[in-house]
């Protein structure tokens, strides 16, 4: 099954509201990293790698190994062989020169995948480059399926036509009740359309 992983750095901005909730989770992490954002200096201007690497080495807790520019003063911390992650926290918590510091925690972004046994053949829902095509080239299924999956959410499909006998797709396919309890030979609904019970073949117009 494929899986989409990335560390925490990467979407910083967007989880910064919930770090403290995980703060004392068992959420994985990377053993040797850490996540400090650093405070401005007294003139109210951010401190350069250099700066920042200088009060990480009075504390012996590592040193830069990236900083970003989407968020001020952030920089993840390679941390010393000999210094864990939970000792990390506890050297630079509180220190002023520090506004914050969180394990760099792994995020997994699951995505549901049918049981199929044919689903890799289908490119146009995910392609992982079979056959040759480009991966990614696709329509994201799985990751909408993380979205939703619910039965109750009509998809029209204009195309050169559908098997709605398939075993996958005779439990989702859309009825019209109307025609399908209706009078055979009848437009039972009044949508123009007489026993469009399963939608409607325009070609044979």
């Given at each position: 099954m494929f899986r989409k992983t990335f560390y925490l750095y990467i979407a910083f901005v967007c989880f910064v509201p919930i770090l403290n909730s995980f703060a004392d989770s068992d959420l994985p992490y990377k053993k040797d990293e850490v996540i400090v954002r650093f405070a401005p200096k007294a003139n109210g201007l951010h401190r350069s790698v250099n700066e920042r690497n200088q009060i990480l080495s009075s504390l012996n807790a590592g040193e830069v190994k990236h900083s970003t520019k989407l968020v001020p003063g952030l920089s993840l911390v390679k941390l010393p062989a000999n210094l864990t992650v939970t000792d990390a926290l506890s050297k630079l918590k509180g220190k002023s020169e520090i506004l914050y510091v969180?394990?760099?925690?792994?995020?997994?972004?699951?995505?549901?995948?049918?049981?199929?046994?044919?689903?890799?053949?289908?490119?146009?829902?995910?392609?992982?480059?079979?056959?040759?095509?480009?991966?990614?080239?696709?329509?994201?299924?799985?990751?909408?399926?993380?979205?939703?999956?619910?039965?109750?959410?009509?998809?029209?499909?204009?195309?050169?036509?559908?098997?709605?006998?398939?075993?996958?797709?005779?439990?989702?396919?859309?009825?019209?009740?109307?025609?399908?309890?209706?009078?055979?030979?009848?437009?039972?609904?009044?949508?123009?359309?007489?026993?469009?019970?399963?939608?409607?073949?325009?070609?044979?117009?």
């Open positions: 969180e394990p760099n925690y792994k995020i997994k972004i699951a995505s549901t995948f049918p049981d199929d046994p044919n689903f890799n053949n289908l490119w146009g829902l995910h392609n992982t480059g079979q056959g040759g095509g480009t991966v990614d080239a696709d329509i994201d299924a799985p990751e909408a399926w993380d979205i939703r999956t619910d039965s109750d959410v009509i998809v029209a499909v204009i195309d050169s036509g559908v098997d709605y006998t398939h075993p996958d797709l005779i439990e989702n396919r859309w009825v019209n009740w109307a025609e399908l309890l209706g009078t055979p030979g009848i437009d039972d609904d009044g949508n123009g359309y007489i026993d469009d019970v399963y939608g409607w073949d325009f070609c044979r117009q």
